[in-house]
Nanobody
Framework: QVQLVESGGGLVQPGGSLRLSCAASGTIFSINDMGWYRQVPGKERELVAH???????NYADSVKGRFTISRDNTKNTVYLQMNSLKPEDTAVYYCTAHILIRWYWGQGTQVTVSS
């Protein structure tokens, strides 16, 4: 069984920074793509950032230039560095990983940007 566990969420003031981490554990031979999504109440979950096994990345337009996704394949971990945070970044952030033929999801971590 594969589990994804996120950490690093919390409360931060506008303009501040947070770094989210997501570690995959269990029977894992290799991880293909990984990504971060976010969701606010009443809205659909949206893609924030995505990274391939080879390190290619893409971002939602709303976070380009402020967020950076990276991964450490030796630790089966994906990161999301979030800078210049805005109140509209407030959401539950979920990591996801494509392993073999399915996507796995973490339980989510709350990020709140408020003064």
């Amino acid at each position: 069984q594969v589990q994804l566990v996120e950490s690093g969420g919390g409360l931060v003031q506008p303009g501040g920074s947070l770094r989210l981490s997501c570690a995959a554990s269990g029977t894992i031979f290799s991880i293909n793509d990984m990504g971060w999504y976010r969701q606010v109440p009443g809205k659909e979950r949206e893609l924030v950032a995505h990274i391939t096994s080879g390190g290619s990345t893409n971002y939602a337009d709303s976070v380009k230039g402020r967020f950076t996704i990276s991964r450490d394949n030796t630790k089966n971990t994906v990161y999301l560095q979030m800078n210049s945070l805005k109140p509209e970044d407030t959401a539950v952030y979920y990591c996801t990983a494509h392993i073999l033929i399915r996507w796995y999801w973490g339980q989510g971590t709350q990020v709140t940007v408020s003064s």
